[in-house]
């Protein structure tokens, strides 16, 4: 995709195949292990109570603490 050590500047071949430069210098954050834990939890319930909404689902993660 974009070779740092090229010929073209990163500017040129981000331009080239269209996408913004802080693209290329993203870096997507770690999720933490409460987070993980609590999708798991928000998707078993969605597995046991596919019928239950966004609310529903807070509502009741709220009930159990």
Excluded: A, C
Aim: hydrophobic share 35%; proline share 3%.
């Amino acid at each position: 995709m974009i070779d740092k050590t090229h010929q073209l500047s990163v500017r040129q071949q981000s331009q080239l195949i269209q996408i913004n430069r802080s693209t290329l210098y993203y870096k997507p954050k770690e999720i933490s292990s409460t987070d993980l834990s609590l999708m798991r939890l928000i998707d078993e319930i969605h597995l046991d109570y596919p019928f239950m909404g966004s609310r529903m689902i807070r509502d009741m993660l709220q009930r159990q603490g």
